[in-house]
């Protein structure tokens, strides 16, 4: 299947840091969501981004689509504890077929220090 | 409530038993899915069910597993023949047809097979 190549694996940050996470794919993606997961939690949609190019906001973290289509990152600015948790990339390839399933990449898992 | 809910939220059994796992979607939300992550994973897609449409069970691993979705709202996953390898946490999300890309995730179902 599709694969999201997702950066950095894990991350070790002091509360105030910003903190910059990305996602790869070989293929087009026409859509790209970000997710955060909390511990015994199932994945809370955090931003969506539609357009090649786009670049949104969402409080202290900011999302772009890039503009190959092939990527996006998630940046996460001035950190707080309850930002710990892990961080997934997600979107519907553009040539699937199925047109409903998602793929995610593996997830970055953010501790924050206080 | 209103959101997604699971049940249980924790399941252990022996290997070569059958597990029943249940997903009550949001309300008014056509499209239901179900994924599987294992530790330390993403998510991966196991089937898709949209209205009256025929499910999309592209994704079941084996034919050891199946769902259905009864009267288009609760559905169940059943597990038949359980092995250690079955072991995962179990999402199911819902979403509106035609924001099928925005999909909110139940708790999940914590399944240990020893």
């Known amino acids: 299947g599709q694969q999201l190549n997702q950066s950095p694996q894990s991350m070790f940050i002091q509360e105030g840091e910003d903190v910059s996470m990305n996602c790869t794919s070989s293929s087009i993606f026409n859509t790209w969501l970000w997710y955060k997961q909390d511990p015994g939690e199932g994945p809370v949609l955090l931003i969506a981004?539609?357009?090649?190019?786009e670049l949104t906001s969402n409080g202290r973290l900011t999302a772009q689509f890039g503009i190959t289509r092939k990527d996006s990152f998630l940046n996460i600015s001035a950190s707080i504890p309850s930002d710990v948790g892990i961080y997934f990339c997600?979107?519907?390839?553009?040539?699937?077929?199925?047109?409903?399933?998602?793929?995610f990449g593996e997830g970055t898992q953010l501790t924050v220090n206080p | 409530g209103a959101g997604v809910s699971q049940s249980p939220s924790n399941k252990v059994t022996e290997k070569g038993k059958d597990v029943e796992l249940r997903c009550d979607p949001i309300?008014?939300?056509?499209?239901l899915y179900w994924y599987r992550q294992s530790l330390g994973q993403g998510l991966e897609f196991l089937i898709y069910f949209q209205g009256n449409s025929a499910p999309d069970k592209s994704g079941l691993p084996s034919d050891r597993f199946s769902a259905e979705r009864t009267g288009g709202s609760v559905s169940t996953l059943t597990i038949q023949r359980t092995q250690q390898e079955d072991s995962a946490v179990y999402l199911c999300?819902?979403?509106?047809?035609?924001?099928?890309?925005?999909?909110?995730f139940g708790p999940g179902t914590r399944l240990l097979v020893l």
């Open positions: 999300a819902s979403s509106l047809a035609v924001l099928w890309e925005t999909q909110y």
């Open positions: 997600a979107g519907p390839p553009a040539k699937e077929t199925s047109g409903s399933r998602l793929t």
């Open positions: 981004l539609y357009k090649a190019g």
């Open positions: 309300s008014g939300h056509t499209a």
